[in-house]
T-cell receptor
């Protein structure tokens, strides 16, 4: 069964460093999403991406964040200069031809900023 | 301000019980999702609703657009149903509830 994969599963970084979180969505999906979940808190929407551009983004997704689909398979989230408060689980998801249709989630990347 | 409110926050049930989890939202939406988050953190989509009712196995989800309310029902609950159930709505962005933590005791 096709699935969304994410790498790495756990990333530890120093404050101020850049990190890139990687996702491989399901191959025939067209819409891609990033979410984050700070430990013990609710899931929060970051950004949706379609046709090589951002469709929607939340207030959290400021200039420190960027997304890219560098090739036909990967979808990345970059945080330019990490802060302590960026520590969270980051989930990638994808859906097929209808935006916000049933989404398939990856297993998440736990980001720890020291 | 919480655009999505869920109740109860925590729920413990005996195996076999009928369970209802409620979700109320305050924004205009185009769709509502029910998600399941396992103890290990993984998230699975259960339903996407824009109207009416959907059923999948022992799970039933309903939505009342006029009342801005949705319910997730689990019939004949089982310990493997123990998880956090999350309601999320698509308004001008995607808003999530804080989740309902369900524990089903054998």
């Amino acid at each position: 069964e096709p699935e969304v994969t994410q790498t790495p599963s756990h990333q530890v970084t120093q404050m101020g460093q850049e990190v890139i979180l990687r996702c491989v969505p399901i191959s025939n999906h067209l819409y891609f999403y990033w979410y984050r979940q700070i430990l013990g808190q609710k899931v929060e929407f970051l950004v949706s991406f379609y046709n090589n551009e951002i469709s929607e983004k939340s207030e959290i997704f400021d200039d420190q964040f960027s997304v890219e689909r560098p090739d036909g398979s990967n979808f990345t989230l970059k945080i330019r200069s990490t802060k302590l408060e960026d520590s969270a689980m980051y989930f990638c998801a994808s859906s097929d031809a209808v935006e916000y249709n049933e989404q398939f989630f990856g297993p998440g990347t736990r980001l720890t900023v020291l | 301000k919480n655009e999505v409110e869920q109740s109860p926050q925590n729920l413990t049930a005996q195996e076999g019980e009928f369970i209802t989890i409620n979700c109320s939202y305050s924004v205009g939406i185009s769709a509502l999702h029910w998600l399941q988050q396992h103890p290990g953190g993984g998230i699975v989509s259960l339903f996407m609703l824009s109207s009416g009712k959907k059923k999948h196995g022992r799970l039933i989800a309903t939505i009342n657009i006029q009342e801005k309310h949705s319910s997730l029902h689990i019939t004949a609950s089982h310990p493997r149903d123990s998880a956090v159930y999350i309601c999320a709505v698509k308004g001008n962005q995607f808003y999530f509830g804080t989740g309902t933590s369900l524990t089903v005791i054998p």
